[in-house]
């Protein structure tokens, strides 16, 4: 299967970062600000951006992006320098953002769930020179003798500590200055979420954002009118990109919500009209337990994209008997990525689940062996993922970007396979195969067939040490009330799974699974309650 020849008819090759010959759009704003100016001037008048009671159109937004940017600009803010980002979901993430592009910085938006100590490795790391945060986290701020290189330090709500009044830096009445930024400059550096180790900053150029927002346009057939619902943090990569600049790429609106709440959201894409959004699996399961869909109109929501997890079968049909008219359409990436690399073609929702989809139009995918060579359809291996929306590199970690990219290619670290057809289902993360008396068991398929218990949440297979098999398997689950046993989860493996696939050890939970800043479930932690 492939995209419609209106999409495909629009690439063409091109040489890029190092010679690497890429498939791209060859029509395209020439970077993010280019792309914000084209939105003005189509959408001047339209909503931009809904937060709370702020409501601000695009002529509205260019303005309060013009002042901000000239008081950076007089910070001594400049090309290339590092502007921190400790914003939650609020219209100031949006207006920041602008501003340190359009002063030809780079912005760093960091989750407001991230603890001292990641803080001071991420400021450090990534040189930021100022640091923009929202007031009522600035206890967990590093204190001034732990950073490096930050000078200034500005607080949403108003002035703390050693931290100035935001309000301040646009208050200057200066003109917005005019900085010329070519398409292959880092634009955003994004840390990934560091479940191993220390957090790696993935530069996304101005190049890889413009590609992954037509990416998401043109493949989830998007329009003028747009109103998508921001529901994931801003600073993740789907929030970032396939929410907030993919609406800029289409002169839509941003509906912004604080924080997730599954009736809030429904409240929210009823009042608002939202068309669109991209949402974890979870949140979708949410508000079909606890709420009454049937008491708001949804007639707008159009695309129900997700992506960070796999979608039980079960939630699928509860979404398609509930919302016969939302297009369900999953997105596979990374943060290396810049969001998308794979995406079911709309109409394949239902009928290919078991997948995620078809490599983008962009997208170059390649599954790999352990020897480094293409691998025949049908057959496992590690996904390589290429195109022009692959970041070039971790910022200053040559020894990281060695190891993770290769000629050109990102080597994901997911075992996948590619059907005769061109779909990619996904199997396992490396790390996270289990090898079970020389079986190779992939956790994400256990996992699949545990989730459609209909008294399971959420779970995770992880592996547990054995003298005689060399690993077994242990299953962590989140259950609500009545809780199923041991032996019911196991029978219900057994009914839809090899025998060697059943769960060894189910460990019940009465409260969500640990999970990082960016909201993954940290299966390290998982690993040291096995006993």
């Known amino acids: 299967m492939n995209w419609p020849d209106n999409i495909l008819d629009r690439l063409r090759d091109e040489i890029h970062f190092d010679q690497r010959r890429l498939r791209c759009f060859a029509e395209r704003p020439t970077d993010l600000n280019a792309m914000f100016a084209e939105a003005m001037t189509r ?9 709370d009671n702020v409501r601000l159109t695009y002529a509205q ?22 502007v921190a980002m400790l914003i939650g979901n609020r219209t100031e993430f949006l207006t920041v953002l602008l501003a340190t592009l359009r002063v030809g910085a780079i912005a760093v938006p960091i989750n407001i769930r ?13 040189g930021a020179a100022l640091l923009i945060h929202d007031r009522d986290i600035s206890s967990k701020i590093p204190h001034a003798d732990a950073l490096d290189n930050l000078k200034h330090r500005f607080s949403i709500g108003g002035a703390t500590g050693d931290a100035r009044d935001f309000a301040t830096i646009a208050a200057r009445g ?7 930024v070519v398409e292959e400059d880092v634009a955003v550096i994004l840390y990934t979420s560091g479940t191993t180790g220390r957090p790696k900053g993935a530069m996304l150029t101005h190049f890889n954002i413009v590609h992954s927002a037509m ?25 970032l990109v396939a929410i907030l600049f993919t609406m800029l790429r289409v002169a839509g609106c941003t509906v912004i919500m604080e924080v997730f709440e599954a009736q809030a959201l429904l409240e929210a894409a009823a009042a608002e009209k939202v068309t669109h959004t991209l949402i974890v699996p979870a949140m979708y399961n949410l508000f079909l337990l606890r709420c009454e869909i049937g008491d708001h109109d949804l007639s707008k929501w159009r695309i129900g994209g997700y992506g960070g997890a796999p979608m039980p079968q079960s939630t699928i049909e509860a979404l398609s008997q509930k919302l016969p008219d939302l297009i369900l359409v999953n997105a596979y990436g990374a943060t290396e990525t810049t969001s998308p690399a794979t995406m079911l073609p709309l109409g394949t929702g239902t009928t ?29 291996g590690e996904l390589w993922i290429g195109g022009p929306m692959v970041v070039p590199g971790y910022w200053d970690n040559p020894e990281k970007t060695r190891a993770e990219f290769q000629d050109g290619y990102w080597k994901s670290g997911d075992v996948g396979s590619r059907d005769a057809e061109g779909f990619f289902r996904l199997h396992d993360r490396k790390k996270d195969m289990i090898i079970r008396g020389g079986y190779n068991i992939y956790s994400a398929e256990i996992e699949n067939a545990i989730t459609a218990h209909e008294a399971v949440i959420e779970c995770a297979a992880v592996s547990r040490q054995d003298e005689v098999l060399g690993e077994k398997m242990e299953v962590f689950v989140h259950t609500r009330n009545p809780a199923p046993s041991a032996q019911d989860i196991k029978a219900h493996c057994a009914a839809r799974l090899a025998d060697y696939k059943i769960p060894d050890f189910v460990t019940f939970s009465d409260i969500p699974l640990p999970r990082n800043a960016n909201g993954k479930i940290v299966k390290k932690e998982l690993r040291k309650r096995t006993s």
């Open 43 to 51: 959408n001047g008048d339209g909503e931009a951006v809904v937060f």
């Open 352 to 380: 290919r689940a078991d997948s995620v989809g078809i490599a983008l139009p962009c997208a170059d995918i390649r599954v790999v062996g352990d020897d480094g060579k293409d691998l025949p359809a049908g057959t496992h």
């Open 174 to 180: 200066a003109a917005s200055p005019t900085v010329s």
């Open 215 to 239: 990416h998401f346009e043109l493949c989830m057939e998007l329009g003028d009118s747009e109103r998508s619902l921001l529901a994931v943090p801003a600073s993740h990569v789907t929030g």
């Open 114 to 126: 991230e603890q001292t100590p990641e803080l001071a490795y991420i400021l450090n790391h990534s």
């Open 61 to 82: 937004l260019g303005r309060e992006v013009a002042d901000l940017a000239a008081g950076l600009h007089a910070e001594g803010v400049g090309k290339g320098d590092r």
